[in-house]
């Protein structure tokens, strides 16, 4: 629990921050591996003669095939426990179930040189295991925000959950810088302490519910509180799993977070390849450059939220129509720029230019499917997370595989066009599945009683 002011200002920023800060360590541990990997193999010509590669560190004799096993392992995990994540924080709290996984995830990324050492399956298992210990880290992170957040700043701090972007955005980068000056070992060792230093200031500053916090100010308290309603319970409830899996907009909106997952986790592990292997540019420049799709969605996400704020605010447009019209930035735009990347990318920095703008677009996530759980069922937004999540964690298992089936005998441009087709369907068929079957109201099945108009509290299955 809390135990003293930070900075004198608001506790919800506080929380926002930490809520940032702890997305920011999940992704470097989750994406450190894909740039890392470069470094830890062995090529060969056709010939059978080893690639001469700069020295940094043992390097091991492991195929496309092995790459993309382990570069999955952690999402084999990861869907596991992002099932029950959220029914955990809701019974256990987001606090420490999140705050403990992150710790030992900690441990596990800093034994990562020591598995390679023994075998490519010890290195699987320890991914694995991240996996599984970080699944449940972003259903905990929407159970605070639906404890923490009043509903005018909701697309604020959804958008502080994009600090897993920010984490892809500093990892790469870092990561390059660290290979090529200190080796690849410390690539493992340097992430591991700074999550380590993060995880012990979420202990120190974060409560579950504004009423736990020890310092936060009555004034501060009752204002998130009225805010909020009676739509979000105090007490722990069993998830309503029948009414949940019969509901129209609950299937639209897993539609629609499944098509965001996969072009963020196929950019998350296929993008340091592609900028290294096919492209051409060296280790630290494609650190580099595979962050700046990352950075353009960081800064993306924050406006389109604030965007979406605003017009909340002003009560131009209802909730439904928001989310909806939020698919257009979100999800239609990347699968157009993916497209037109299939067809017209063979310039290099033409390439990073597409990624950036695609990746960029899908900022817009906060104000459609990030925030969507939050106005279906307040009450259950992290059970709610952690079900999409779990079945939107599977294109960090799939892509791996789709670009070894497309690249395993010569690994260039053209190999890549119906890789980028994929990603473009994946985006755009869910943004016009959720046109004609998302909501944006609060569902009956949230089982509290609601401050809301009746009309915004609406039964709607399949």
Known sequence: MAVMPCFCVPKRVNVAIMLFMMCLVNYMMRVNLSINIIAM???????????EKP?????YEWSQQDQALLLGGYFYGYMITSLPGGTLAEMLGGRNVAGYSCLASAVLTALTPLAA?????????IRFLIGLLSGVVYPCCHYLVSKWSPPDEKGKFVASLMGGTFGTVVTWPLCGVIIENLGWVWA??????????VVGLWFYLISDTPAEHSTISLKEREF???????????????????????????????????????????????????LSEVLGFDLSSAGILSSLPHIARLLAAFGFGAIADWIRRKGWWTMTFIRKFFCIPSHILPGVMLIVLAFFGRDPYVCVAIMTISLGFNGAATSSNLANSQDLAPNFAGTMYGIINCLGTTPGIFSPLIVAAFTSETNTIDDWFWIFIIGAAAYILPAIFFWFFGSGKIQKWNEVKTTEPSEDVVNTKL
């Not at 050492?117 to 298992?125: N, P």
Request: overall charge positive; glycine content about 6%.
């Open 188 to 197: 493992f060792y340097v992430v591991a302490i700074i999550v380590f230093v």
């Open 117 to 125: 050492s023994w075998d490519k399956y010890a290195v699987f298992t």
């Open 55 to 59: 020295d940094y560190g043992n390097r």
């Open 41 to 51: 193999v062995e090529e060969r010509y056709e010939n059978g003669t080893i690639v």
């Open 224 to 274: 998130i509180e009225n805010s909020l309603g009676a739509t979000v319970g105090n007490k722990p409830k069993w998830p309503p799993y029948r009414q949940l899996v019969v509901s129209m907009p609950f299937w639209a909106l897993t539609m629609l977070h499944y098509g965001s997952m996969w072009g963020l986790f196929f950019l998350i592990t296929a993008t340091p390849k592609f």
